[in-house]
């Protein structure tokens, strides 16, 4: 079945460091969300891409969507401990009206002060 | 106030009980869903709901029941074939469906359900 992984599973990094996951599907996607989930809490919405190559910022967040549309990444540039949690990329599919996401295993960022 | 509310927020259950988690949203979403999330793990689709009185299973609904009587409202009940229920339960909803893709999914707080 359709597949969306990510990597790595786990970073550790200093304050101040990057950061960058990883998104990868087994098919082409419709467009790329990216959640966040602070420690016992529960995913928020940062970004959606839809087109092919395209490149979005937030900040120190950075965000691509590959040409193929079946990979994405997500750069923190210079961070912050307020940027620890899991990151989930969650693809939407092709071909009729759907709502369904395919989440990816997510990234558990921890960063050290 | 809007958005979605789970309730409650910790819940626990004899194995071999059926339980029902509850899940509210006042964001006149047409679409709910129902995620499992475990340690470590990303998030696994349950059961969804793309308008009212219409549902249908997800990657891994075994196990699980829910209803769409309401649009304000998509319950999910654990039944005890659920082989290993303790874990995360995260509902989300969004706006209906449409040809253009999936649109952006807000979640609600969760339920953690442990079952002894």
């Known amino acids: 079945g359709q597949q969306v992984m990510q990597i790595p599973q786990y970073q550790h990094v200093q304050e101040g460091e990057d950061f960058t996951t990883y998104c990868n599907s087994s098919?082409?996607?419709?467009?790329i969300q990216w959640y966040k989930q602070r420690p016992g809490g529960h995913p928020v919405f940062l970004i959606q891409?839809?087109?092919?190559?395209e490149v979005k910022k937030q900040k120190r967040l950075t965000f691509q969507f590959g040409e193929a549309k079946k990979n994405s990444s997500l750069h923190i540039t210079a961070t912050q401990t307020t940027d620890v949690g899991t990151y989930f990329c969650?693809?939407?599919?092709?071909?009729?009206?759907?709502?369904?996401?395919?989440f990816g295993t997510g990234t558990l960022l921890a960063v050290q002060p | 106030d809007g958005g979605i509310t789970q309730s409650p927020k910790y819940l626990f259950r004899k194995e071999g009980q059926n339980v029902t988690l509850s899940c509210e949203q006042n964001?006149?979403?047409?679409?709910m869903y129902w995620y499992r999330q475990d340690p470590g793990q990303g998030l696994r689709l349950i059961y969804y709901?793309?308008?009212?009185?219409?549902?249908q299973k997800g990657d891994i609904a075994e196990g699980y029941s829910v209803s769409r009587e309401k649009k304000e409202s998509f319950p999910l009940t654990v039944t005890s074939a659920q082989k290993n229920p303790t874990a995360f339960y995260l509902c989300?909803?969004?706006?209906?469906?449409?040809?253009?893709?999936?649109?952006?999914?807000?979640f609600g707080p969760g339920t953690r359900l442990t079952v002894l």
């Open positions: 709901s793309q308008i009212v009185n219409d549902f």
């Open positions: 989300a909803s969004s706006i209906g469906p449409s040809s253009g893709g999936a649109h952006e999914q807000f």
């Open positions: 098919t082409t996607l419709s467009n």
């Open positions: 891409l839809v087109k092919s190559g």
């Open positions: 969650a693809g939407g599919r092709y071909g009729g009206a759907t709502n369904k996401l395919i």
């Open positions: 964001l006149n979403h047409d679409a």
